[in-house]
C-alpha cells in the first residue's frame, strides 16, 4: 500500500475487540517509535506499555482507553529534550508526538484500530506508573483490532481543510 493510501485509511478507532494484539505487532510498533527522528537526535521519550488487564486498569483510572487492549504512554524526560538556543523552546512533546504517529501508523500498517488520547489526567498515569521523577506522560496511544466499522478514506474531503487553506503561503 501507499503511504498516501494508508494514511488516508488511518482512522481514530474507539471500539476494540478484546482479542490481545500479537506480541510481534506490539514490538513492530515499539520498533516504529525507536526509529523515528527527534530533536538533536537527543531521544528524550521513553514508553510505557500496558497490555495486561491489572496495567490497563491502572492507565483506565486516568484516561478512557475505550477499551482497548493495548495502550502506550508515551512520556518525555523535559531535561533529556532539545531546547532551540535562540528562544528556549523545548522539543520534548514535539519529539513524543512523532514517536506516537509513527506508532500509530505501524499500528493502520498492521490492520489494527488505535487511537491517540490527550485527554487524561496526567497526575493518575505519574501515580499509577510510578513514573520516575521528570518523565512527563504527553500522549496515550490505544490499540487493538476495531470492533467498528473503519471511517472513510475518502472522509478528509469534507472533514479536513483544503489544501490551499493549509498551505497559507508558497513562496
Ligand atoms: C494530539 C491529539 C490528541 C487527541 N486526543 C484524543 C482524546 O483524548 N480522545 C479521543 O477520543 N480522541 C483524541 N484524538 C483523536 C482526534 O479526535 C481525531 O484524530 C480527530 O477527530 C480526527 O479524526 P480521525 O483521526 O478519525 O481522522 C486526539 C488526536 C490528536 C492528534
Same mark, same amino acid.
Given at each position: 500500500m501507499e503511504f498516501i493510501d494508508l494514511a488516508r485509511k488511518r482512522w481514530s478507532c474507539r471500539t476494540f475487540e478484546q482479542q490481545p494484539v500479537e506480541p510481534e505487532k506490539v514490538a513492530r510498533i515499539v520498533e516504529a517509535a525507536r526509529v523515528a527522528p527527534a530533536a538533536a537526535n537527543r531521544q528524550p521519550v521513553r514508553l510505557a506499555v500496558a497490555k495486561t488487564p491489572e496495567g490497563l486498569a491502572k492507565l483506565a483510572k486516568a484516561a478512557d482507553?475505550? #477499551?482497548?487492549p493495548l495502550a502506550v504512554v508515551v512520556c518525555a524526560d523535559a531535561q533529556r529534550a532539545w531546547r $532551540?538556543?535562540?528562544? #528556549?523552546? $523545548?522539543?520534548d512533546i514535539v519529539d513524543a508526538t512523532i514517536l506516537a504517529d509513527h506508532m500509530m501508523l505501524e499500528a493502520a500498517d498492521g490492520g489494527l484500530g488505535s487511537c491517540l488520547i490527550c485527554w487524561f489526567d496526567p497526575s493518575i498515569v505519574r501515580r499509577e506508573l510510578a513514573l520516575p521523577e521528570g518523565l512527563e506522560p504527553v500522549i496515550i496511544l490505544v490499540a487493538g483490532y476495531a470492533a467498528e466499522r473503519p471511517a472513510s478514506p475518502e472522509r478528509h474531503n469534507r472533514a479536513r481543510i483544503p489544501a490551499d487553506e493549509l498551505v497559507f503561503a508558497s513562496l
Amino acid at each position: 500500500m501507499e503511504f498516501i493510501d494508508l494514511a488516508r485509511k488511518r482512522w481514530s478507532c474507539r471500539t476494540f475487540e478484546q482479542q490481545p494484539v500479537e506480541p510481534e505487532k506490539v514490538a513492530r510498533i515499539v520498533e516504529a517509535a525507536r526509529v523515528a527522528p527527534a530533536a538533536a537526535n537527543r531521544q528524550p521519550v521513553r514508553l510505557a506499555v500496558a497490555k495486561t488487564p491489572e496495567g490497563l486498569a491502572k492507565l483506565a483510572k486516568a484516561a478512557d482507553l475505550h #477499551g482497548a487492549p493495548l495502550a502506550v504512554v508515551v512520556c518525555a524526560d523535559a531535561q533529556r529534550a532539545w531546547r $532551540r538556543p535562540c528562544d #528556549g523552546m $523545548r522539543t520534548d512533546i514535539v519529539d513524543a508526538t512523532i514517536l506516537a504517529d509513527h506508532m500509530m501508523l505501524e499500528a493502520a500498517d498492521g490492520g489494527l484500530g488505535s487511537c491517540l488520547i490527550c485527554w487524561f489526567d496526567p497526575s493518575i498515569v505519574r501515580r499509577e506508573l510510578a513514573l520516575p521523577e521528570g518523565l512527563e506522560p504527553v500522549i496515550i496511544l490505544v490499540a487493538g483490532y476495531a470492533a467498528e466499522r473503519p471511517a472513510s478514506p475518502e472522509r478528509h474531503n469534507r472533514a479536513r481543510i483544503p489544501a490551499d487553506e493549509l498551505v497559507f503561503a508558497s513562496l
